[in-house]
């Protein structure tokens, strides 16, 4: 065959010769082939007959000459010998390279071949290659055309749809134009029309402005003279108290013969005192409260707590001296004893069962003011008869309803969480949003509309919720950004002032929260645990039942204080025909009431320094002399009794209160308080 051939052939080549001896190195022949290498070749004597091909070979040989064209001798059916002479030997070596030669330009024709066919291959692969990426290119160049197509539309519709915005916006223009002219135009006629009618004014239209005029002074002087007689009253009451306390606690020291001999003259004094205080009271009822006579009602107070004092100290050494004569006169019978005492018998003695607990003495109250007790009780109610008018919607498991409580209460904290001072505008638009919730309005919550009133109880229950949110800013806020207490007191003073009905309910969150701005010191109750009774002071528990500490709940109660005084201050918005809800007047009572009570520990010192700190500058602007004199009462008379009840660690807020006193006494001036709000602001 012809692979047999080839093959055969192969091996007769100087490679194929070649022996491949794995084993000369374990055998150690290589000083023999060292020699091998090394030696010139050498001939054998070729002698033998041997046989090169068989009969098969030899034919398969000849048939592949005969299809190349090639012309060989015949040879014998039998197997070809080669006798090993001279002549012989050449022709059949001759033959054998021939044979070689045949091989390999058959091996060279068929590489040929191959190689032919493979150029024609690439050939073709590049021609089909070439025409892939010629049919690529023609797709590429349509789709840019289609592109450009599209861009070219797309620009002439964005063109049209410009020129088109720009038509309209000169439209709009044009119309805003004519308008204006048009308010112009009205504008003008209507200052005409003024001016012939102020032109065509008689005398008498003059003459009842005037007296219009007269009648608005006189109603401002006898508001004036109101406010001054309800300080007036506040007062005298104090003073009433003070006489009550310096009489009991004359009537029931047990020693009436150690008192000293001027007690009789300070009782007599405080009566003339009280006799002048009324006389005050009368003339300020009959003919108006006045200024003076308000400062009358101050120096009267501050005489009678001297009194009261003075008749304190002297029932005190009256007691301590009957305690040192019966220490003394023990002592002499003791002495005077010869004989110890005969035996005597023990008898029980009755227990009484009506003793009633030990009243304070002084002037204070323990607890609140009747006055503050009175509208304590009367917000708590406010706020109970709201909280039970829409129970129904807060307890109802309807989906539909809690679906729509839900979305309130989103309509309510959405707007209070966004508000900040950045303009008056911005303000307004959250304002604006509350008011038509409150209204019973629809808003827009979510992409939804929704009205509080088409639910049962829906509005009072924004009102409620909106207020407690509102006070709550106190704590989340206030307490840590005091300048943020104005804009929520704007917000606030401008939501009572549209519903007046919000005002209970503010007072009451205020008072829930913080029980000191009543000021109401509130007692514990037999049926009271301690984490109960502290709950209804302020302090907030974690959930294993510790209670927080004390400098984070008087934080907390600072920022209500804070955000209280500001709603106090903080005047209505511009314009607004309303009068202010909780004006400049109740941070005078707020004062007073808490002069009226026992201070307790670090909680006093800390609401009155924040209040005075944030509302002290306006009630002196407003009040003027009369305010100083109250800080000089604090001052001297009341500051004593805070130093006196001061807690353990307490000595921060009575320092800072301290420290506050003094440097505004000095001054005779308080510096307005930081993040307060221009007067312009709704403007802004």
């Known amino acids: 065959m012809e692979l047999s051939s080839i093959l055969s052939s192969l091996k007769k080549t100087r490679l194929g010769n070649v022996k491949h001896d794995p084993y000369w190195l374990q055998e150690n022949r290589l000083p023999e082939i060292i020699k091998a290498c090394t030696s010139p070749p050498t001939l054998k004597n070729v002698t033998a007959d041997f046989n090169l091909f068989t009969k098969s070979e030899c034919i398969e040989i000849e048939e592949n000459l005969n299809q190349n064209n090639s012309t060989v001798d015949d040879e014998k059916n039998e197997v070809c010998p080669i006798s090993v002479q001279s002549s012989d030997t050449v022709e059949s070596i001759e033959l054998t390279h021939q044979d070689e030669d045949h091989v390999q330009l058959s091996l060279k024709r068929c590489e040929d071949e191959w190689q032919q066919k493979a150029e024609e291959n690439v050939k073709k692969r590049r021609e089909s290659q070439e025409k892939f990426s010629?049919?690529?290119?023609?797709?590429?160049?349509?789709?840019?055309?289609?592109?450009?197509?599209?861009?070219?539309?797309?620009?002439?519709?964005?063109?049209?749809?410009?020129?088109?915005?720009?038509?309209?916006s000169d439209e709009t223009i044009r119309k805003r134009l004519l308008n204006q002219r048009e308010s112009h135009r009205m504008n003008i006629k209507r200052l005409d029309a003024k001016l012939k009618e102020l032109e065509l004014m008689t005398e008498a239209e003059a003459a009842e402005r005037r007296r219009v005029e007269v009648e608005a002074e006189r109603q401002a002087r006898a508001a004036e003279a109101k406010r001054h007689l309800e300080s007036m009253t506040l007062v005298?009451?104090?003073?009433?108290?003070?006489?009550?306390?310096?009489?009991?606690l004359i009537a029931g020291c047990k020693h009436k013969e150690l008192l000293r001999k001027d007690v009789k003259e300070i009782i007599e004094y405080a009566t003339k005192l009280r006799d002048g205080a009324d006389s005050l009271m009368t003339k300020g009822t009959a003919s108006g409260a006045t200024r003076e006579?308000?400062?009358?009602?101050?120096?009267?107070?501050?005489?009678?707590?001297?009194?009261?004092e003075n008749a304190s100290?002297?029932?005190?050494?009256?007691?301590?001296?009957?305690?040192?004569?019966?220490?003394?006169?023990?002592?002499?019978?003791?002495?005077?004893?010869?004989?110890p005492p005969p035996a005597t018998t023990p008898t029980a003695t009755a227990v009484p069962t009506n003793v009633s607990p030990p009243q304070i003495t002084g002037i204070l109250n323990a607890y609140a003011t009747d006055e503050s007790n009175k509208r304590y009780i009367e917000v708590m109610n406010k706020l109970n008869e709201a909280t039970n008018s829409f129970e129904e919607l807060t307890d109802s498991k309807d989906p539909r309803i809690k679906k729509e409580r839900f979305g309130l209460q989103k309509a309510v904290n959405t707007p209070v969480n966004a508000v900040s001072d950045k303009s008056g505008s911005h303000l307004k638009d959250k304002l604006n949003k509350l008011v038509r919730l409150l209204s019973g309005q629809s808003v827009e919550v979510s992409n939804q509309r929704m009205s509080a009133g088409s639910l049962p109880g829906g509005v009072t229950f924004c009102k409620d919720l909106l207020a407690k949110k509102l006070v709550k800013q106190g704590d989340e806020q206030v307490s840590s950004q005091h300048e943020s207490a104005f804009v929520y007191a704007a917000l606030t003073v401008a939501i009572m002032c549209e519903f007046p009905d919000m005002r209970p309910l503010v007072l009451a969150h205020f008072y829930k929260n913080c029980p000191y701005l009543v000021p109401y010191y509130i007692p514990k109750q037999e049926s009271q645990t301690s984490e109960e009774y502290f709950k209804t002071l302020g302090y907030q528990y974690d959930s294993d039942g510790t209670a927080e500490k004390q400098d984070k709940f008087l934080r907390r109660m600072s920022g209500y204080t804070r955000l209280f005084a500001s709603i106090i201050i903080t005047q209505p918005v511009q314009g607004s025909q309303h009068k202010h809800p909780f004006g400049v007047e109740e941070g005078w009572k707020f004062v007073a009431s808490m002069l009226a009570l026992?201070?307790?520990?670090?909680?006093?010192?800390?609401?009155?320094?924040?209040?005075?700190?944030?509302?002290?500058?306006?009630?002196?602007?407003?009040?003027?002399?009369?305010?100083?004199?109250?800080?000089?009462?604090?001052?001297?008379?009341?500051?004593?009794?805070?130093?006196?009840?001061?807690?353990?660690?307490?000595?921060g807020p009575v320092m800072r209160l301290k420290n506050f006193l003094e440097e505004s006494l000095k001054r005779n001036s308080i510096p307005a308080a930081k993040g307060m709000l221009p007067a312009h602001f709704w403007r802004t």
Request: with cysteine.
């Open 134 to 168: 010629n049919h690529l290119w023609e797709q590429s160049l349509e789709q840019v055309a289609v592109l450009e197509q599209k861009q070219k539309i797309k620009t002439t519709q964005l063109m049209e749809r410009v020129k088109k915005i720009e038509e309209q």
């Open 293 to 308: 006579l308000v400062d009358g009602m101050i120096n009267i107070i501050g005489e009678v707590k001297k009194c009261l």
């Open 236 to 248: 005298h009451k104090q003073i009433k108290e003070c006489l009550s306390a310096l009489t009991k």
């Open 313 to 339: 100290q002297a029932t005190a050494e009256a007691e301590k001296l009957s305690k040192e004569i019966a220490a003394k006169k023990k002592e002499e019978e003791e002495a005077a004893k010869a004989a």
């Open 598 to 651: 026992e201070p307790q520990p670090d909680i006093t010192a800390t609401v009155l320094f924040d209040f005075l700190q944030v509302a002290g500058s306006t009630l002196l602007q407003t009040y003027g002399k009369q305010f100083l004199k109250l800080l000089h009462v604090l001052y001297k008379d009341f500051f004593p009794r805070i130093e006196s009840v001061k807690g353990q660690g307490g000595g």
